[in-house]
């Protein structure tokens, strides 16, 4: 199956929360696809909640300097120069990312830009990784953005199934969503659909659906003690995906019909 899903939304919302719990849900599912989480928000910490072991570092791509020099041709942190602009990436999921429970985990790392319209060895990698894993992988993608959608480029945003804007029943949330959504126009992301998360009451819902009319609505994520829980213990929420609550089941389904 390929399926390509971003997650955006403004800092604090959730959007690491329901990333790693639909990779996993995606995975429970359907068990002979393979399933990439890519954590792609410098401020993301994936590992914790798809239940991979963080004692051991995991590298950022954007830090493993001698492949990149040896893939483009150019030492990081070098500018200008002469490197390749489409280095091999295809074999960077497989060979730097861990596994738990089917679901892969890469986190690509920041690139310190120097002003504007940095072409540095190392954008020109995660650049070129990100249309690879968009629009070459036969395969189900779930990226954890940061608020704005940076890494997605006008190449690979034609082939993003979805992008979810996680918002929170508050304004600063749905103010953060229309920007997302600009930005996600933009670049060309056709599919841009609402997903609330942490709802308390059918107030939050309705606050949500009477507030942002013209948007399509995903689902609804409830509150939950688990999440709560889990986060203050640093274990992953429904350790067994199988008892996540039928809100998130619903909605993992409907993502799975976006997929071909
Ligand atoms: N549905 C939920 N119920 C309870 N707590 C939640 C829920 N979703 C997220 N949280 C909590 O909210 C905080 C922020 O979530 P996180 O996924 O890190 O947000 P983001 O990635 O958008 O910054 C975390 O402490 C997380 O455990
Ligand atoms: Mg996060």
């Not at 991979?52 to 041709?73: F, H, M, N, W």
């Not at 990081?76 to 990436?89: A, C, E, I, R, S």
Request: aromatic residues 2%.
């Amino acid at each position: 199956m390929s399926l390509k899903l971003a997650i955006g939304g403004k800092g604090g919302v959730g959007k690491t929360t329901i990333t790693s719990l639909i990779a996993r849900s995606i995975a429970a599912l359907n068990k002979e696809t393979k399933v990439i989480a890519i954590d792609a928000d410098p401020v993301a910490n994936l590992a914790a909640g798809l239940g991979i072991d963080e004692s051991k570092p995991i590298t950022p791509v954007s830090e493993l300097s001698d492949l990149i020099a040896e893939r483009t041709g150019a030492t990081p942190g070098t500018m200008g120069g002469f490197f390749t602009l489409n280095p091999k990436v295809d074999d960077i999921p497989d060979r730097f990312s861990l596994e738990k429970d089917g679901v892969k985990l890469l986190v690509m790392g920041t690139v310190q830009q120097g002003g504007s319209g940095c072409i540095c060895p190392e954008a020109t990698i995660l650049k070129a990784l990100m249309n690879h894993l968009v629009l070459a992988r036969n395969e189900v993608v779930v990226m954890d953005m940061e608020a704005g959608v940076e890494h997605l480029g006008r190449a690979t945003s034609g082939s993003v199934d979805a992008l979810i804007v996680v918002v929170n029943p508050g304004k600063r949330s749905r103010v953060a969503a229309d920007k997302i959504r600009k930005l996600g126009h933009d670049i060309g992301i056709k599919n841009i659909v609402v997903l609330g998360n942490r709802i308390k009451s059918k107030e939050d819902k309705k606050l949500i659906q009477t507030s942002m009319p013209d948007y399509e609505i995903l689902g609804f994520i409830p509150e939950m003690e688990e999440i709560i829980r889990s986060d203050r213990d640093g274990t992953r929420p429904f350790d067994d995906i199988t008892q996540i609550p039928e809100e998130l089941i619903e909605i993992t389904k409907k993502l799975i019909k976006l997929g071909s």
